[in-house]
Nanobody, 121 residues
Framework: QVQLVESGGGLVQAGGSLRLSCAAS????????MGWYRQAPGKQRELVAA???????NYADSVKGRFTISRDNAKNMVYLQMNSLKPEDTAVYYC???????????????WGQGTQVTVSS
């Protein structure tokens, strides 16, 4: 069994900061890309940021310069530092990882349960 567990969401005022964490656990052979997605009410889930196993990063235009994604390969964790938060950043944030379990020949996407981030104006 492989699972992703997020933490760190909450309520913050505009201009504030939050740090999300996601821990991958279970029978993991290898983790490829890891990332964060978000889904606001009435909107589609969208990519916020992603990081490869080698450390290359990719960000949505709307968060560039404000959010930073990082990972700790030794701990199977990925983080999202969110600064200068805006009300439009309000959403449920989901951790995603492409993981090859020990019991499989192939990697597939795994998702966390989501953590709510609310930014008040």
């Amino acid at each position: 069994q492989v699972q992703l567990v997020e933490s760190g969401g909450g309520l913050v005022q505009a201009g504030g900061s939050l740090r999300l964490s996601c821990a991958a656990s279970g029978d993991i052979l290898r983790i490829n890309a890891m990332g964060w997605y978000r889904q606001a009410p009435g909107k589609q889930r969208e990519l916020v940021a992603a990081v490869t196993s080698g450390g290359s990063t990719n960000y949505a235009d709307s968060v560039k310069g404000r959010f930073t994604i990082s990972r700790d390969n030794a701990k199977n964790m990925v983080y999202l530092q969110m600064n200068s938060l805006k009300p439009e950043d309000t959403a449920v944030y989901y951790c995603n990882a492409q993981i090859r379990p020990i019991t499989s020949y192939f990697a597939r996407d795994y998702w966390g349960q989501g953590t709510q981030v609310t930014v008040s104006s």
